[in-house]
């Protein structure tokens, strides 16, 4: 889990045209584009209703009039035709040009694409040579064999450009189409007795669409430019009709005495490539849904730390104290408060358990520590995190960076995602030990050696050198554990590193590190939703609900009579062996959105014993008992008439 742990409560959507909009206007340069290409696409629309002269009048009487000459905005041209006419009616013309190329290019290159990536073998060989014959010879090149061969014309010109850009459309959609010709909603039609044209029209089609969208709105710019260079070379349009490249043709000669025949079209031109191309971008940023949310934008090295004060230190400090800690994510006018004030502790040899339901905020209280949350948008809002008595957030960059993976080791969720699937996974061993201590690679590579067996990988020696995919879910994890204690940490991030595994490598990897825990007295931090495995391997727990603490206290205490109803919920749903008649419980509702916490107790919503008090003010940590702490006002535990 990551950052997106938290997550709130689903919202009454906006739709998507509205949504679509909101996106596409955040890019101010794609808006741009978009006026200017709005203004153009008018002008050339209302063509014919405008009071313009005739664009195909000669009078060489008054032939390269300068603009803003009476009766003529933008001059003449060599034959005395209004330059304004002709500029919009040849803007009409290069538009209309540009876009039934890229449709018939996009049409074609589509066609060949899905074709070849669903049907593969053969298929795919043959029309993947043919796109790579075309591919072998510069496309302006090709352009002009075609118009040569067919003849000059406006409509030879459209469709050599269509002709030289199918390969740009097949490619691409041919890549798309393989990773989604083996997805299983393309079995089940096939299993549905689907025939294979249905399938790639029904299935198929709809998935590869974006990309074409996007694709067409990044190449039509170019295609009129090709169109234009054609006309400017006398091969696309002929005399009296003119396009934007033949204006610009017939105007080169006069460059020197006369360069308004031959700027004022080139302006055009500029004016319109580069406005569909701002506009290609904000399509497709605003139809990638990476882009969309987010998850392409790049993160600054630490978190983002915005806090008006800073904590005192405990008067017990342990090894790792996180007082008062307050996290969010600041997503254009929300505010969504991830961590609302957490507050616990981790001493040497000790492993606590933060347990809790997915979008409690588990793992973005790990990330927060490291400082690894993601700015934009994440941002430490308040608090402290303080290391064997250092505060972490307020420290420079370069003393937090000797802590990563040095003195705090963070071990993810899965390590298939987080091993670079490029290198083996002894390099990235041996690369973790250098990035901290000046040693040589032959000793960093001992030492790695040395882990891999400790974190019992058979045949380490050999599998040294293997690279991340090579290996099992197991031994990848085992690998990860090694890489956390490479460099012989105090403390260990543990971000639920067992979800992934079958139950007997889960019982291996968690006896593992309650061994190296015992025996070299490392501190854990283990986050986890699975009270068997807490049972297994903690000393004691703490459970989060809604971005806070809501009970902690020794692991064997709170499993035999725990205080919080959510937590007495949450045991309540987990299925204990040879208790077969034992109702399992299943808690009401949905977590609260971040974004708008209720009032007092976050879990009075879902909680069938809340009273009014519990939905005012703000509900305390309060302690519990000598060794516990709850966050309710009428805990349930049997011990609740003395502890309270």
């Not at 408060?337 to 793992?363: F, Y």
């Not at 040589?440 to 045949?459: D, F, Q, T």
């Not at 309650?514 to 007295?521: A, F, K, P, Y």
């Not at 305390?620 to 006002?633: I, K, N, Q, T, Y």
Request: hydrophobic fraction near 45%; proline fraction near 7%.
């Amino acid at each position: 889990m990551t950052a997106g742990d938290v997550a709130p409560t689903p919202q009454r959507r906006r739709p998507a045209a509205g949504a679509f909009l909101k996106l596409f206007l955040r890019n101010r340069l794609a808006a741009a584009g978009a006026i200017l290409l709005t203004a153009v696409v008018l002008l050339s629309v209302l063509a014919p209703l405008l009071p313009l002269q005739d664009p195909y009048a000669q009078d060489t009487a008054q032939k390269f009039l300068r603009p803003f000459s009476p009766g003529h905005l933008l001059g003449t041209d060599h034959l005395g035709r209004d330059i304004l006419s002709r500029l919009i009616w040849g803007t009409r013309l290069s538009l209309v040009v540009g876009l039934v190329a890229s449709f018939g290019a996009a049409f074609f290159g589509s066609v060949i694409g899905i074709t070849a990536g669903y049907f593969g073998g053969r298929t795919d060989n043959w029309l993947m040579r043919a796109i790579d014959m075309l591919m072998a010879f510069p496309y302006i090149l090709l352009a002009l064999a075609i118009v040569a061969a067919l003849g000059p014309g406006l409509v030879n010109a459209l469709i050599a450009v269509a002709v030289v850009n199918i390969p740009f459309f097949a490619r691409n959609i041919r890549g798309v189409t393989v990773t989604l010709a083996h997805k299983e909603f393309v079995d089940a039609a096939r299993l549905a007795g689907m025939t294979d044209l249905r399938i790639m029209v029904s299935e198929i089609l709809p998935n590869v669409l974006p990309v074409i969208v996007i694709a067409m709105s990044t190449t039509v710019g170019w295609m009129i430019l090709e169109t234009a260079g054609l006309s400017f070379l006398g091969l696309g349009s002929q005399p009296p009709v003119a396009d934007l490249g033949s204006m610009l043709g017939e105007g080169r000669n006069a460059l020197i005495t006369d360069p308004h025949a031959s700027i004022v079209p080139g302006l055009m031109i500029f004016v319109i490539v580069m406005s569909v191309n701002l506009l290609g971008d904000g399509i497709r940023d605003a139809l990638d849904p990476r882009l969309r949310s987010g998850a392409l934008t790049r993160p600054m090295a630490r978190t983002i730390v915005d806090r008006n004060a800073v904590p005192q230190p405990p008067a017990d400090p342990a090894l790792l104290n996180v007082q008062e800690l307050r996290t969010e994510f600041r997503v254009g006018s929300r505010t969504l408060k991830a961590l609302s004030g957490v507050t616990l502790q981790v001493r040497p040899g000790e492993c606590l358990g933060l347990i809790g339901e997915s979008g409690s905020g588990k793992s973005v209280t790990a990330l927060s520590v490291m400082g690894l949350v993601a700015s934009p948008p994440g941002v430490i809002a308040g608090g402290a995190v303080r290391y064997a008595g250092t505060e972490v957030l307020g420290a420079p960059f370069s003393e937090l960076r000797k802590l990563r993976g040095d003195r705090i080791s963070y071990i993810f969720q899965d390590p298939l995602a987080t091993l670079h699937p490029l290198y083996r996974v002894g390099d990235q061993i041996v690369e973790a030990i250098q990035a901290h201590h000046a040693v040589s690679k032959s000793k960093a590579r001992a030492r790695a050696l040395e882990l891999l067996e400790a974190v019992r990988i058979p045949n380490a020696s050999s599998r040294i050198d293997n690279f991340p995919h090579e290996l099992s879910g197991g031994m990848r994890q085992r690998v990860g554990i090694a890489m956390a204690l490479v460099n012989e940490p105090d403390l260990i991030i543990a971000d639920e590193p067992t979800t992934a595994l079958d139950v007997t490598v889960q019982a291996q990897i968690l006896s593992l590190l309650d061994d190296l825990r015992r025996e070299r007295g490392v501190a854990i931090l283990f986050i986890t939703h699975d009270f068997g495995v807490v049972a297994q391997l903690c000393d004691r727990i703490a459970v989060m609900y809604a971005g806070r603490i809501v009970e902690t206290g020794p692991t064997a205490a709170i499993l035999a009579d725990p205080a919080h109803p959510y937590t007495r919920r949450l045991i309540a749903c987990v299925p204990e062996l040879g208790e077969g008649q034992r109702e399992l419980h299943a808690i009401p509702g949905l977590p609260p959105a971040v974004d708008d916490l209720p009032p007092g107790c976050a879990f009075a919503p879902r909680c069938d014993k809340a009273q009014p008090a519990c939905r005012t003010g703000e509900i305390p940590l309060d302690a519990f008992g000598s060794e516990r702490a709850v966050r309710c006002l009428f805990p349930e535990s049997d011990q609740a008439g003395g502890a309270a």
